[in-house]
């Protein structure tokens, strides 16, 4: 099932197409949720420390490769929404080949440098071997997350966001299983967890590629277009490179931080860890937000649609600031009740350093709900590489904080590096996106209007 993204009501459009994707990262997230809940449960707290420690460090490398798969949709979005069936093809096909260097080249890079990273940043004695054990065998598992990312990239970039939450869905429920199994049953530790994580999202990308062969008849190549074509990977990388080191240079300041935060003892560490799964769930509304205006402005891009982005950056204030209020109210009454899926009832002091960080960290959500709006949509306007710059002033907000407000501010001083971080961010991004659509308007100077726009054909060869 295909979705334009070009024609009805922009708010309606968007948060239609966000929903399926938010309870699609809803579903990933169950997988590091798990993983730390029965890790918590049966190995103990400083084996949650230890896979909490690396999420700046997982954020680094995973992050960098979902990004680049991201990247790699909005070349076939734009495709999709000029119609342009054939040129789609054409880029479906050499994402694939391109996946597949990366996928191999990222995990053979990062594989011999684990250790070497993990006391870079002075990882405390009590969690290195559970850390180092969890983030080792996560990283076997790149290819598998590079297979799901880019078959949801292609999946979405034709409007359809529902299927790769289903399949989601189903691995969801294997990852459980398999932590049940490979922790409790099987006695092995962080490693399961990790272990459990890659096989569910390597069976996710595989019913990805079944759905796109079996139900998608517009991805069926035609005679030449699986040849690899250097123009097309041009394109492809042009926009999943700058995604990628958007993640990765906003990924050296978490690092940065992370270690700030390693040299503040254990308990810190163990807030920090449980403060940032609890965040990462409470922030899928903006970071699915983000991922549908890539594909909805990709979309109205290619059908030189440019009033509606404009309409789409309004919805994305909108959400931001309303999200924001329900995420503070449930950071300020639930904490405790939502910290116990983590931890014992008797860790009283690490809960109130979670309530702490999530009160800090949910005031200012509102700024990475715009962040994640405006940084995609000038992604899907086709300039990614503007993007990397708010990542680089996210990694400068958390720098500064890591070496100015956590050696006076200690634990408080820690809970700012985000918020700081999105607030200088927020200062580039939001007049950026519109001298972007300002230049797209003096390349593509009208927008036919919605009644009376005529139907595009579809260019097939």
């Known amino acids: 099932m295909t979705k334009d993204l070009t024609r009805g009501n922009p708010a309606v459009v968007i948060l239609q197409f966000t929903v399926p994707i938010l309870l699609g990262l809803l579903l990933q997230q169950v997988y590091n949720l798990v993983d730390t809940m029965i890790v918590g449960k049966f190995v103990g707290v400083d084996a949650v420390g230890g896979v909490g420690s690396t999420g700046s460090l997982n954020f680094m490398i995973l992050g960098s490769c979902i990004g680049l ?32 260097f990366f996928a191999v080249a990222i995990m053979a890079v990062v594989l011999g440098f684990c250790g070497r990273i993990l006391s870079a940043m002075h990882t405390t004695a009590e969690t290195y071997q559970y850390a180092y054990a969890y983030i080792y065998w996560i990283f076997w598992g790149i290819p598998f997350v590079m297979l799901y990312n880019t078959t949801a990239a292609i999946i979405r970039a034709v409007g359809d966001s529902r299927s790769p939450l289903l399949f989601l869905g189903l691995a969801a429920a294997l990852n459980v299983a398999l932590d049940l199994l490979f922790i409790p049953v099987l006695g092995l530790g962080v490693a399961g967890a990790a272990w459990a994580t890659n096989l569910s999202q390597g069976i996710s990308g595989l019913l990805c590629l079944w759905y796109m062969g079996r139900k998608l008849p517009i991805l069926r190549f035609q005679p030449g277009e699986l040849r690899f074509r250097w123009n097309d990977a041009a394109q492809l ?25 390693n040299t503040l003892g254990t308990a810190c560490v163990n807030a920090m860890a449980v403060g940032g799964k609890i965040t990462q769930i409470l922030g899928c509304p903006f970071d699915a937000l983000g991922t549908a205006m890539a594909t909805y402005c990709g ?113 408080f001083g820690a809970c700012l590096g985000h918020p700081a971080a999105w607030l200088i961010a927020i200062c580039f991004l939001l007049p950026t996106a519109y001298l972007c659509l300002r230049r797209l308007r003096r390349r593509i100077p009208e927008d036919a209007p919605e009644e009376i726009q005529p139907e595009i054909r579809v260019r097939e060869a």
């Open 69 to 100: 798969c991201m990247g790699f949709g909005i070349p076939a979005a734009n495709a999709f929404g000029a119609r342009d069936l054939p040129q789609l093809r054409r880029y479906v096909a050499n994402t694939i080949y391109l996946g597949i």
């Open 237 to 261: 990388l042009a926009n999943g490179i700058p995604m990628a080191l958007q993640y990765f240079i906003t990924a050296i300041g978490s690092v940065t931080l992370q270690t700030a935060i």
């Open 299 to 411: 979309q109205n891009v290619g059908a030189h649609r440019l009033q509606r982005i404009r309409s789409g950056l309004r919805v994305v204030v909108v959400f931001s600031i309303t999200y924001c209020l329900i995420y503070l109210l449930i950071a300020w009454f639930l904490t405790p009740t939502i910290a116990l899926l983590f931890l014992d009832g008797s860790e009283t002091q690490i809960i109130g350093l979670v309530r702490q960080f999530l009160i800090v960290v949910s005031a200012s959500s509102w700024a990475v709900g715009l962040i994640n709006g405006y940084r995609f949509a000038i992604q899907g306007m086709g300039y990614s590489n503007l993007a990397i710059l708010s990542g680089v002033l996210e990694m400068i907000g958390r720098v500064v904080v890591a070496f100015l407000l956590v050696p006076p501010l200690g634990y």
